[in-house]
């Protein structure tokens, strides 16, 4: 079954801080992989997708993810953290062969900037 | 554009009485739909899926059901609640098993 891991449940940076955020996966076919955000009162919504092709995926706001399929991982990155970047953030993967896509998600990490 | 609705957006209410949450979808045809529950540190468990009218999928036991009556409506019930019932749940709307879900607002549950 597919499973994902947030080892990180609160990180508390200090703005301009660089940010990495752990995900990892387990599942042994072809997935898709996602980062969600959920801002403080807000919408959960994509902050950027893996499918295919480059590795390396740029989000919105500055973020970016690398899928290295050998660690079964997804690390969200951002070099300078803002204030606003105050939120929990959710990896979550998929089966790509699924005519409904059963996204399991990760337990999330709530990222704290210090202003 | 495609937009998702869910109402209530809160809802209080006693044990063993019954539950029906409304998510519906605007500005796409024959979506798969999903409801899944947020807890605090828990992030969300998928609940129930549908990939058509009336076809419903389900992903744990327990003491919820779901349904479909309207290409782009999905429905979310339960005859007599839990405690456990507490939570968050969320609806959210997909094409055609694209890949990327789209989320509505969410309706917050206390059960006392």
């Known amino acids: 079954a597919q499973s994902v891991s947030q080892h990180n449940h609160h990180v508390i940076l200090s703005e301009a801080a660089s940010l990495e955020l752990g995900c990892n996966y387990s599942?042994?076919?072809?997935?898709?992989l996602f980062w969600y955000v959920q801002y403080p009162g807000q919408h959960l919504q994509l902050l950027l997708k893996y499918f295919s092709g480059d590795p390396l995926v740029k989000g919105i706001k500055g973020f970016e993810a690398e899928f290295i399929k050998s660690k079964f991982s997804f690390n969200l990155r951002k070099p300078s953290v803002r204030w606003s970047d105050t939120a929990e953030y959710f990896c979550?993967?998929?089966?790509?062969?699924?005519?409904?896509?059963?996204?399991?998600f990760g337990s999330g990490t709530r990222l704290s900037i210090r202003p | 554009s495609q937009t998702i609705h869910q109402w209530p957006a809160t809802l209080v209410q006693p044990v063993g009485s019954p539950l029906s949450l409304e998510c519906t979808v605007e500005?796409?045809?024959?979506?798969?739909l999903y409801w899944y529950r947020q807890a605090a540190g828990r992030g969300l468990q998928l609940l129930f899926y549908?990939?058509?009218?009336?076809?419903i999928s389900s992903e744990v036991p327990q003491n919820l059901s779901a349904s479909r009556p309207q290409d782009r409506q999905f429905i979310l019930s339960s005859k007599k609640l839990l405690l456990s019932d507490s939570g968050f749940y969320l609806c959210?709307?997909?094409?055609?098993?694209?890949?990327?879900?789209?989320f509505g607002p969410g309706t917050r549950l206390l059960v006392l």
């Open positions: 959210a709307w997909e094409s055609g098993g694209a890949g990327t879900q789209y």
């Open positions: 599942y042994g076919g072809t997935v898709n």
């Open positions: 979550a993967v998929n089966a790509r062969d699924s005519s409904a896509s059963k996204i399991i």
């Open positions: 549908s990939v058509g009218i009336g076809q």
């Open positions: 500005g796409t045809s024959n979506p798969n």
